[in-house]
């Protein structure tokens, strides 16, 4: 399979999908939802199960009575029973993939995260996984975590980077390149995390991510620019040519998520992993296009 190198090459990739994805979306009662369910419908890649919480706008109901064969309504009192309704139909196997619209994340994570009816189970890791297209790389970028984990532990860092290589190999890269990203390129006691690194790598080096290649600490510069790696020294597979950044905490990831999409003219996806399908929960400043892409990666 041809590596995904960018977002709006997607199209091609959704069009090859056997069938269309189930989506099941909380309160689509916005313009932004609207446009993300108009794009997908059109391109043939999904079908919907709305769950609202108020009246539907005009605009939408006449995409449902266009795409009537594709959309079903589902409607409810509230923000909270929209949520553990769509929730209830990934549970049923009537939905592949979970997004909210105008209904606040954390409503929607009550139902996601309940113990007796959510979408995580016992033992699993959630992170949030975002996939990035900037002018200045010639490839997809997927970094984590910037909105989930706080500080990983070792075995949360072990899910977040199966959760990442889990997704490149969905996109095509079949050996990605991870850096664990820290201000310094040396295992230090002071940083914690690069103990937590150093673990890491030697899992990797015993073949726990499979044919992934792993290295660090380095910063983001060294990872993504080779130049910069050879002035330092630094010999690595990872260096100048990674497919994964690992952040060391949610500060950075956060920091890293918000630079790149306001200075450097990024393109971003961005959904939940861990769960039993992936969840699609777009911030409010997130363009209807990133909202967009987020549901087809997440469909993909």
């Not at 995409?63 to 990934?90: F, G, L, P, Q």
């Not at 390149?177 to 940083?191: D, V």
């Amino acid at each position: 399979m041809e590596p995904l190198r960018d977002l709006t090459s997607l199209s091609r990739r959704l069009s090859a999908l056997p069938c269309r994805r189930s989506v099941a979306l909380a309160c689509p009662h916005d313009s932004h939802t609207e446009y993300v369910i108009g794009r997908a419908l059109i391109e043939g890649f999904a079908r919907f199960i709305l769950t609202t919480s108020g009246e539907l706008s005009p605009s939408l109901m006449d995409v449902i009575e266009t795409h009537r064969d594709y959309v079903r309504v589902i409607t409810c009192s509230d923000a909270a029973e929209a949520s553990r309704e769509a929730v209830k139909a990934v549970r049923r196997g009537d939905a592949e993939v979970l997004m909210k619209g105008t209904v606040n994340t954390d409503v929607l994570l009550h139902a996601v995260l309940d113990k007796q009816n959510g979408l995580l189970e016992p033992g699993r890791v959630m992170t949030h996984i975002t996939a990035a297209s900037m002018p200045a790389v010639d490839r997809l970028i997927i970094f984590s975590d910037a909105a989930v984990i706080p500080r990983p532990t070792t075995e949360q860092f072990d899910a977040i980077i199966r959760a990442c290589t889990d997704a490149c190999r969905r996109f095509g890269i079949d050996s990605p390149r991870i850096a664990l990203t820290h201000c310094t390129e040396k295992i230090n006691e002071r940083f914690p995390h690069t103990l937590s690194y150093a673990e890491i790598i030697s899992r990797a080096g015993c073949g726990d991510y499979g044919t992934a290649v792993v290295d660090g600490p380095m910063d983001v510069k060294t990872a993504l620019d080779a130049h910069s790696g050879d002035i330092k020294g630094i010999r690595s597979a990872v260096a100048g040519h990674a497919d994964v950044l690992i952040f060391p905490n949610i500060e950075a990831g956060n920091t890293f998520y918000k630079t790149v999409t306001l200075l450097a003219s990024a393109t971003t996806a961005g959904w939940l992993a861990g769960t039993t399908v992936p969840v699609v929960v777009a911030s409010r400043a997130d363009s209807h296009v990133s909202k967009f892409y987020s549901l087809a990666l997440a469909c993909l």
